[in-house]
């Protein structure tokens, strides 16, 4: 009977772990923003506005606009989000992986090269076309590249979360304090090389 119960309990612990794993569920319509009259509330509340113009440009080639539950209340709870993205000609979306939801990727203009992982290490990868979608699973390392040298690539990301979060593997890795043994050993690279990675974090 003892074990049994603690059988139960563990499970149990299991299950609710699971459960804040992903966005909370709502228990109401929608989430009204804390000192809100939700009787005053109209359209405007759903409309984002801030994808007007385009996504600024970046000194990596990737401009990117993101709309998440922090600049849109109106998403929390919802369990979605979504990101403009306007890569330059060569520009590269280094690998990273978006930890609270999966991505799916629309190709509005251009061309771009993506691809993701599994944890085999196996690598999924395609070039895509204006009209093409591809799906990046949760947690898995994706990239994505423009390797067109004339024209640009526009793209409406869409997330499985309300706040997916973003992991950029060169920044976490070479821009973090991970001790410099453990990276030469890992990469199986010299002292000089893993400085010059480092270096080019900043």
Same mark, same amino acid.
């Given at each position: #009977? ?13 299950? %609710? ?13 929608? !989430? ?7 009787? $005053? ?12 113009? /385009? ?21 929390? /709870? #919802?369990?979605?989000? #979504? ?8 520009? %590269? ?7 609270? /939801? ?30 093409? %979608? ?10 994505? !590249?423009?390797?067109? $040298? ?5 793209? %409406? ?6 706040? !997916? ?25 010299? !002292? /000089? ?10």
């Amino acid at each position: #009977m003892a074990k049994s119960i603690v059988i139960l309990a563990v499970l149990a612990l299991l299950f %609710v772990d699971q459960i804040h794993a992903a966005d909370p569920d709502l228990v109401s319509d929608f !989430a009204v923003p804390d000192g809100v009259d939700e009787s $005053k509330l109209d359209g405007v509340f759903f409309t984002y506005t801030g994808l007007r113009g /385009g996504a600024p440009s970046s000194n990596n080639g990737v401009g990117r606009k993101t709309v998440s539950v922090r600049d849109f209340p109106a998403l929390n /709870g #919802m369990g979605v989000s #979504m990101e403009l993205l306007e890569f330059a000609p060569g520009a %590269v979306n280094v690998p990273h992986t978006h930890p609270r /939801g999966g991505e799916i990727f629309f190709v509005v203009e251009g061309a771009l090269t993506v691809g993701t992982t599994d944890s085999n290490g196996k690598l999924y990868k395609n070039v895509l076309q204006k009209g093409d %979608v591809f799906v990046f699973p949760k947690g898995l390392p994706h990239y994505q !590249a423009n390797f067109d $040298k004339t024209n640009k690539a526009t793209v %409406v990301s869409a997330f499985a979360s309300s706040n !997916a979060g973003t992991v950029s593997l060169p920044k976490n890795l070479f821009g973090s304090n991970i001790p410099n043994e453990v990276l030469t050993k890992a990469f199986k690279i010299s !002292a /000089g090389n893993l400085q010059q990675l480092k270096t080019s974090q900043n």
